[in-house]
């Protein structure tokens, strides 16, 4: 069963709300096997909406609108619906009943508009609200374009209201469900993993696997996500453990040819990811940030439980705290400059030693948008690791033309991937 998610509404054209709704039904519907082909948006106009409509239904067997349900003049779904299908507007009598009920319980006075939202198509059946006056419904109706032979179309309206669609949902996929069963579709399951790669650009990666990302079951599809790349693995199968199956083969494959690359699945992060080997070798951790003011720190803490392996983070934005903290000699800043290897290097060292953890982590760089020169440009920063007797300094360039959030990010991301390496032993070189 091919899938159309229509979004009804100008406010999603205008910018003034945000089309979350379209992703969350698509990760409903995976879950369904059943595959989205259109995300489409439109306003609150009867001839563009019929107009998208026509395509839909030529293109899509099951089409899912959300928004337009309301009781006001620019709430078209419905009627626009009804009148494409040339199908009389009937009022349900349930929907008006639930409709009075609700306004008498809030206590106050009901607009006859309201009633508007208790129409429907004529042989449509009800989805209900339990939070909301304006219901659903679901709907199988014939469709015919031209002399092509008639084809089913089915139907799912819901309100735009994110937490209203929610508490329908599950009588809306029962439907779905229903209509599967009678179009002759055995059950499925469609099952989807990311995979999370740092340091390897989009296009490096889809080299190594570009005959893996021929597959047509499981399907393989880079993308960029922030600071880093995603895999999607996606595989579908009549159940779940036949999906998992799919998807865990393949996840193997990748990660084997990406290894050095991969820190993580699904919902993985890099600071969790670090907070993981960490646990493992049950050290503790020190931090001294300089450019990225904390966002190191704050992105290692957010990860539950991190109280176990966080010792003593600190942001040593000034010079003179960077000598009064971390014992950075005045020498050193005023031969190198408080972002050199030089620097990077003491303040990982003094911090070890001040602190007294397993393992210390130190990072200054330049932000920008201003502060940068020719020879030190903004996106340069130097990344210190001590552990014991051993000194790593890495030095990261990043674009510069990003955003200062951006820039801070990105070095975030460089510092935790450093880390994770050299919490397994892989890293082996002192670059500068």
Not at 30 to 54: C, E, F, K, S, W
Not at 105 to 123: D, T, V, Y
Not at 362 to 379: D, N, R, Y
Not at 381 to 391: F, L, R, S
Request: glycine share 10%; aromatic share 6%; with cysteine.
């Amino acid at each position: 069963m091919k899938a159309e998610i229509i979004a009804v509404g100008s406010e999603l054209l205008l910018g003034d709300v945000i089309n979350s709704n379209a992703a969350w039904i698509s990760k409903e519907l995976a879950a369904l096997g059943v595959d989205v082909h259109y995300h489409v948006t439109v306003g609150d106009n009867t001839a563009r909406i019929q107009g998208i409509m026509a395509q839909a239904c030529e293109r899509s067997d099951l089409l899912i609108f959300t928004g337009g349900l309301g009781p006001t003049d620019d709430d078209l779904t419905i009627a626009t619906i009804a009148d494409f299908f040339k199908t009389p507007v009937v009022v349900d009598p349930e929907s008006a009943e639930t409709i009075r009920n609700r306004f008498i319980a809030r206590g106050m006075p009901m607009s006859p508009s309201n009633l508007k939202q208790a129409q429907k198509p004529e042989g449509a059946e009800t989805v209900k609200n339990p939070l909301g006056t304006a219901p659903g419904i679901a709907w199988q109706v014939t469709f015919r374009a031209g002399s092509r032979p008639e084809k089913p179309i089915r139907l799912l309206t819901f309100p735009g209201v994110p937490k209203e669609l929610y508490a329908m949902w599950a009588e809306g996929a029962d439907w779905i469900r229903r209509w599967q069963t009678q179009a002759g579709e055995a059950p499925a399951v469609l099952l989807t993993r990311h995979l999370h790669f740092f340091g390897i650009g989009e296009s490096r990666l889809g080299e190594l696997l570009s005959d893996l990302m021929e597959s047509a079951n499981p399907t393989v599809a880079p993308y960029v996500g922030r600071a880093e790349v995603k895999i999607r693995v996606a595989a579908k199968a009549d159940s779940p453990a036949a999906a998992e199956a799919l998807v865990e083969a393949m996840s193997q494959q990748i990660v084997q040819r990406c290894h050095e690359y991969y820190f993580g699945g699904d919902e993985t992060t890099l600071e969790a990811h670090v907070g993981q080997l960490l646990r493992q070798k049950n050290w503790r951790l020190a931090v001294a940030e300089s450019c990225t003011g904390g966002l190191l720190s704050s992105r290692l803490t957010d990860v539950p439980g991190s109280s176990a392996y966080t010792h003593l983070n600190v942001v040593t934005y000034s010079n003179a705290e960077k000598t009064r903290l971390l014992g950075v000699s005045e020498e050193a800043l005023a031969a190198h400059g408080a972002v050199s290897a030089e620097v990077a290097r003491a303040m990982a060292q003094g911090l070890l030693s001040f602190t007294g953890a397993d393992v210390a982590l130190s990072i200054t760089g330049i932000a920008g948008p201003e502060g940068g020169s020719a020879e030190k440009p903004v996106g340069l920063a130097y990344i210190g690791i001590a552990q014991g007797g051993a000194v790593w300094v890495k030095k990261v360039l990043v674009n510069s033309r990003y955003a200062r959030q951006d820039i801070k990010h990105w070095f975030t991301q460089y510092a935790l991937s450093y880390l994770a390496q050299a919490l397994q032993g892989k890293l082996e070189s002192d670059i500068h």
